[in-house]
């Protein structure tokens, strides 16, 4: 039965560890000082696109941008945590923006 105890404390130790580790993934960019978003279309990575910003929110004390308009047909586009990027599903192909630097 103390065994058994040990074993279910440590699971649950386990498992509030990996909720922090996926609280901690949420990688949504923030919005720099001067509030131009630049993209990279993954699938035309030659070409920078300054975004339109739909949408940001205060988190932590930051600016965090929650949407981007999309280039290509304007629709607001939310970001993906999965991909690391904003995602647009409304024209035709898949868009995929990641934000880039301005260089
Ligand atoms: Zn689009």
Redesign the pocket.
């Known amino acids: 039965m103390g065994r058994r105890q040990t074993m279910m404390e440590k699971y649950k130790q386990q498992m509030k560890a990996y909720r922090r580790k996926r609280m901690a993934k949420d990688n949504t960019p923030f919005l720099p000082p001067d509030g131009n978003v630049y993209v990279m279309d993954t699938l035309d990575p030659t070409k920078k696109i300054k975004a339109e910003v739909v949408k940001t929110k205060m988190k932590q004390h930051r600016t965090i941008v929650e949407s981007l308009a ?6 607001p ?1 939310v970001w993906d945590s999965k991909w690391e990027a904003f995602i ?4 035709g192909k898949k ?1 995929i923006y990641e934000i880039i630097d301005e260089v």
């Open positions: 999309c280039p290509v047909c304007g629709n586009m647009c599903n409304k024209h868009g």
